[in-house]
């Protein structure tokens, strides 16, 4: 089992930065990937950006020159460093961590205002 706890959510105007981080416990010696998922109200989740244990990335066309995503996986942490912030962008982010299977974290609300 892997525990998820996500942080750094809350409340940001457009164009303005927030950087959302992401603790894993438990069995997270066998975590393969680690990233963020987002889902909105009345869609449906999508990915955001995912980084693999050797370090490859990949993000979602909405994310791709605006977030970054790092991870320290001697710590098992992951961030989503996120500027130019959109209204758009107001999600719950949930942490995600695959270990041959996926897990979630609760989540952290983003909201952007205009």
């Known amino acids: 089992q892997v525990q998820l706890v996500e942080s750094g959510g809350g409340l940001v105007q457009a164009g303005g930065s927030l950087r959302l981080s992401c603790a894993a416990s438990?069995?997270?010696?066998?975590?393969?990937?680690m990233g963020w998922y987002r889902q909105a109200p009345g869609k449906q989740r999508e990915m955001v950006a995912i980084?693999?244990?050797?370090?490859?990335?990949n993000y979602a066309d909405s994310a791709k020159g605006r977030f970054t995503i790092s991870r320290d996986n001697a710590k098992n942490t992951v961030s989503l460093q996120m500027n130019s912030l959109k209204l758009e962008d107001t999600a719950v982010y949930c942490c995600y961590a695959f270990t041959g299977r996926p897990y979630w974290g609760k989540g952290t609300l983003v909201t952007v205002s205009s």
């Open positions: 438990g069995a997270s010696f066998s975590i393969s990937a």
């Open positions: 980084m693999f244990s050797d370090g490859l990335t």
